[in-house]
Each structure stands twice: as structure tokens, then as C-alpha cells.
């Protein structure tokens, strides 16, 4: 029953009826008729009218508020495939998003933010985080208990659906504008040779030549981050590139990528 039927019941049922005695007679001339006073009790019905819809009005402000957002519930949003919604699922009802964020990126109560964890940064489908969710935190500052009960593929599950919040986040945290000074050329060339592994797949003079040109730099940024789609799709796995990118993304600082863009800027 929607909150408007209710209200209207409610007044219905507690609205006084006609008198057999006020039949036909105008209603100037009833007790508490047009431009008189009204009764005490039925001034009290018309009170609790109002006071009955002023509550309603938060009831459907909320569905409303809700019909709007049937992709979100109180674990998030739902995940794009069906692997990643029982990683969720995992995630959710184990109450990691309690401490953790739904989103990791408003941890509480000394959680560790995992959207900058090394350890996350570094694990490859649950090998570092398995061992820690079975062991747990069990001190004063987390409290994390362990979950012993998780299968292997559960494991599995829950740390491609961490990772899947950790390439959201650190996407949208790397491809704002940035707040520190302008890359090094110099800088970014020798990562895109070194410690970035750009060179085993890219060439600034041959694919990559001219994307200074082709991109301003806030599309050169985002598409330097994420090349690939920007959310899974059921069926599709990501190629070998693809997946070497987003671990980068997980694992990028700042100045890594201001640095790269400002060389991959300059290849006009």
C-alpha cells in the first residue's frame, strides 16, 4: 500500500459522518457550517489530516530518491558482470564494505585504504590478499577478524572484484587535473623505458608518434591510463595489454603520470 492510499484511508476512516439530521439542509446553517466554526472534534480529524501527510511527504521523497537509483543498494553499485557481482557479493556480506568503503575510498576505523595498498597493488587473483583476509588483523587498531571459511574461488572472486574498485578509484583520483607541477620530460622517458615497461609493447616514434598532436592533454591522460574499455563486459576478457595497463593504473603515482604525459606530449 503506497504512502498517499494510506493517508487518504486514514481520513476516510476517522472523517466524522453526516448527520441523518443535517440532510438537505445547507451547509450555512450546520453547526460549524461554511464560515463557521467548526466542532472541536472535527477540527481535531483535520489536524491529524495534515499531521498524516506531512509524514508521508519524507516516505515518498525516499522512493523516490530510491526508484532513481535501482542500481545501488547498501553495498554499492552493482558490478558490471556476473564474476564481479559474486566477488561483491563476497565482499558485502562478509562486511568488508563496513571498514573498507564501498568504493575503498572512505575507509574507517583504522582500515587500511586499499586503493592505495602496496599489498593490493602487488597481488595477482588473491595470492597476497588471501593470505591476509584467512589470517586477519586481530589488534587494537583493526580488528579485522579472519575469514577462514572462504573457498579458494571465493578468494579469487573477492580479489578481482577489489581490484575492479581499485582501478575505478585510482582512475578517477589520476585523470583530474592535477594540482602539482608539469612532468619531466626527461623524467617520463626514462620510466616509459624502465620501471613502467612501455618500451615492450610501445614506441614514442613509432605507435605512439604524434599522440602529443592527435590528444590535448587531458585526453592523452586518460587514454595513457586506461586505453582499453572503461568497464568490464560480460564475456569479454581483457587482452595481455590491456591487463599490463590496468595493473599500472593500480600502481601509478602522480608524478608518473604527469611525467608521462609530458613525454608523450612532446612526440609531435
Not at 6 to 15: C, F, L, P
Not at 157 to 163: G, I, K, M
Request: some cysteine; glycine content about 10%.
Amino acid at each position: 500500500m503506497t504512502a498517499i492510499t494510506r493517508v487518504a484511508r486514514t481520513s476516510e476512516a476517522s472523517e466524522p459522518r453526516e448527520r441523518s439530521g443535517d440532510r438537505g439542509v445547507p451547509a450555512s446553517e450546520r453547526v460549524g457550517g461554511a464560515g463557521g466554526a467548526k466542532p472541536p472534534g472535527q477540527r481535531m480529524q483535520q489536524v491529524r489530516w495534515y499531521v498524516l501527510l506531512a509524514a508521508g511527504v519524507p516516505i515518498l521523497t525516499m522512493g523516490l530518491r530510491l526508484d532513481a537509483r535501482q542500481e545501488r543498494d547498501a553495498g554499492g553499485f552493482k558490478a558490471p558482470t556476473a564474476a564481479l557481482e559474486r566477488g561483491r557479493a563476497v565482499y558485502v556480506l562478509n562486511h568488508c564494505h563496513f571498514c573498507h568503503g564501498v568504493d575503498l575510498t572512505q575507509a574507517t576505523m583504522g582500515a587500511a585504504n586499499l586503493s592505495q595498498s602496496p599489498l593490493v597493488g602487488a597481488d595477482d587473483d588473491g595470492n597476497m590478499i588471501g593470505p591476509l583476509v584467512k589470517a586477519g588483523l586481530p589488534n587494537l587498531q583493526t580488528a579485522m577478524p579472519s575469514y577462514t571459511e572462504l573457498t579458494s574461488v571465493e578468494i579469487v572472486d573477492l580479489a578481482r572484484y577489489v581490484h575492479f574498485l581499485r582501478q575505478q578509484a585510482r582512475f578517477k583520483e589520476l585523470s583530474r587535473p592535477a594540482d602539482t607541477p608539469a612532468g619531466n620530460r626527461t623524467t617520463g622517458e626514462a620510466y616509459f623505458d624502465g620501471a613502467g615497461n612501455c618500451r615492450s609493447c610501445h614506441s614514442a616514434s613509432g605507435d605512439l608518434s604524434g599522440v602529443g598532436r592527435k590528444y590535448d592533454t587531458a585526453t592523452l591522460r586518460a587514454r595513457l591510463l586506461r586505453p582499453g574499455p572503461t568497464m568490464p563486459s560480460e564475456g569479454l576478457s581483457p587482452t595481455a595489454g590491456q591487463s599490463a595497463h590496468l595493473k599500472l593504473l593500480e600502481n601509478y603515482t602522480a608524478a608518473n603520470v604527469q611525467n608521462l604525459v609530458a613525454y608523450l606530449g612532446a612526440t609531435r
